[in-house]
């Protein structure tokens, strides 16, 4: 248990339905990431936040859309997903940005796109 | 470009014997540098972590790193392995020119076999 929940475990999803991937941690931290893991792939940072900013847009498509309501919470909205976005999407945090802070993730959500 | 690189995909070892996996990193600056374990449908868990104090980096499970400056490495051991240490291993590398985002290596497969 890294303090680090994501919710659905498991999600299959059409290519034209809209939802949505949770986190929640209850570490006390300020920065939030979503990561995306896919076969072969080295991890993907997707989008970075900061006391509830967003820092970081790593080029990721306008169909997946984050929100990060407070400190606490972090979600992905997911609308109009190819197959090729099935994958594992893990959740993270830390203290703050900077290297020296641990960042601890969540088990990940396995999202299926058909 | 890729900032870290993990030198063996697969690496396979009999219980009991000593394991060593590989990572080479490119940096021009002082970097943090991380190693992960991910084991089957789990999230990434933090082995251990070198941030500029003692080259020499002691992990949980009996893991331990050594950072080399001259050689640009931090590659992962231990003396004996376990059954249970069969994961997959991440090598990360964190930099402060790019915001301190975690670059991951492409992993390395771990198979212990009785």
């Known amino acids: 248990e890294t303090g680090v929940t994501q919710t659905p475990r498991h999600l299959v999803m059409g290519m034209t339905n809209k939802k949505s991937l949770k986190c929640e941690q209850h570490?006390?931290?300020?920065?939030m990431y979503w990561y995306k893991q896919s076969a072969k792939k080295p991890l993907e940072l997707m989008f970075v936040?900061?006391?509830?900013?967003?820092?970081e847009n790593n080029s990721v498509p306008s169909r997946f859309s984050p929100e990060c309501p407070n400190s606490s919470h972090l979600f992905l909205h997911l609308h109009t997903l190819q197959p090729e976005d099935s994958a594992l999407y893990l959740c993270a945090s830390s203290q703050d940005l900077t290297g020296e802070y641990t960042i601890y993730f969540g088990e990940g959500s396995w999202l299926t796109v058909v | 470009a890729q900032s870290v690189t993990q030198l063996d995909s697969h690496v396979s070892v009999s219980e009991g014997t000593p394991v060593l996996l590989r990572c080479n990193y490119s940096?021009?600056?002082?970097?943090?540098l991380f190693w992960y374990v991910q084991h089957p449908n789990k999230g990434l868990q933090l082995l251990l972590k070198?941030?500029?104090?003692?080259?020499l980096v002691k992990g949980i499970n009996g893991f331990e790193a050594e950072f080399k400056k001259s050689e640009t490495s931090f590659h992962l051991t231990k003396p004996s392995a376990h059954m249970s240490d069969a994961a997959e291993y991440f090598c990360?590398?964190?930099?402060?020119?790019?915001?301190?985002?975690?670059?991951f290596g492409k992993g390395t497969s771990l198979l212990v076999t009785p």
């Open positions: 070198y941030t500029s104090a003692a080259t």
């Open positions: 570490l006390g931290h300020n920065a």
């Open positions: 936040y900061n006391f509830k900013e967003q820092t």
């Open positions: 990360v590398v964190s930099l402060p020119n790019s915001g301190y985002a975690l670059n």
């Open positions: 940096s021009s600056y002082s970097p943090s």
